[in-house]
């Protein structure tokens, strides 16, 4: 007889059938001088640009150098700070190639199981953050796909994923039908992520993390060209733990510093990071929400 993880899996796998500027306050265009893509599948991608827009807090809508949506983290409708019309209406993504989640939190969880659900896309996340989510009827098994830390994942022709240390927790608030109550769920561990784009471009999507010595082993090991760093403190880094960590162990060319100005409790300023960041080599983009840059 199958075990629950086997049957997840064998679900999972089955249903998987993925294929494959905005008026800006800040305009960006930085050459890299990245390797170029091998495949000939991905040549015309070696030169193209990745655009990343910002729903605010941790949420982005990344488009490939390929053309492909890549959404991650995305708390819309529920986000105090997420522009129109993305508060009112899920359906203004457009299509979504890849959907990606860090942790469980309310406010990277968001409305990840509506977009996979309406659009028949697969949510990638942790694995014991999947897991729980199936089993209680958040998501269809065959939207889930599980991985974890070090775990990579090819779901789009060209684009690689790699699920990386993340110092924080996850738990899943759960509203059981049956009652009307919310319920909390262990939701295993919360993970960063390496996404590479098809031209070798690389982002360091952190999630929601506090300082740690790895983090320096991750850059070495990886290589981020541009870093996605929370800032707000309380839950996360603050601006001068954030600074701390760019500057003796993350070398990057580039950092956005994100999740900040949406939680109260979360006071770290962007303006703070950049006069902590002084005598960095790391480029700062400081963007605002509902804002695109383009790398």
């Given amino acids: 007889m199958r075990t629950l993880y086997q049957s997840l899996n064998v679900m999972a ?96 969880i968001g409305d990840a199981p509506a977009i996979a659900k309406a659009q028949n896309t697969v949510l990638y996340g942790p694995a014991d953050m999947i897991t729980p989510m ?23 022709p060209g684009i690689k994923v790699t699920a990386v ?54 850059y070495d090991r990886y290589k981020p060209d541009l870093v996605l760093i929370p800032i707000g403190g309380n839950f996360t880094m603050d601006p001068e733990d954030a600074a701390f960590g760019m500057k003796n162990w993350i070398p990057a060319k580039m950092v956005i510093p994100i999740h900040h100005g949406s939680n109260p409790l979360a006071k770290g300023t962007p303006a703070e990071f950049v006069e902590a960041m002084k005598g960095s080599s790391s480029k700062i983009i400081v963007m605002t929400e509902g804002q695109t840059v383009e790398f």
Avoid at 24 to 40: E, K, T
Avoid at 144 to 154: A, L
């Fill in 165 to 218: 240390q993340a110092e924080h927790s996850s738990l899943l608030v759960h509203n059981n039908p049956a009652t009307g109550k919310n319920e909390s769920h262990p939701a295993g561990e919360a993970v960063g992520y390496i996404i590479q784009m098809e031209n070798g471009f690389k982002i360091w999507h952190m999630g929601d993390t506090g300082l740690f010595g790895d983090m320096k082993f991750i």
């Fill in 13 to 108: 796998q089955a249903g998987h059938r993925l294929t494959a500027s905005i008026g800006m306050a800040l305009a960006l265009s930085v050459g890299i001088g990245l390797s170029s893509v091998s495949a000939p599948a991905h040549a015309q991608a070696a030169s193209g640009k990745t655009e990343l827009y910002w729903f605010g807090q941790a949420g982005f809508k990344i488009k490939s150098p390929g053309g492909k949506t890549i959404v991650i983290d995305p708390w819309l409708t529920g986000g105090p700070k997420t522009p129109a019309p993305y508060k009112t209406d899920i359906s203004a993504l457009g299509k979504v190639d890849l959907l990606l989640v860090t942790h469980a939190h309310v406010d990277h």
């Fill in 134 to 156: 199936i089993t209680l009827g958040i998501l269809p098994a065959n939207l889930g796909h599980r991985f974890n830390k070090t775990g990579h994942v090819t779901p789009l």
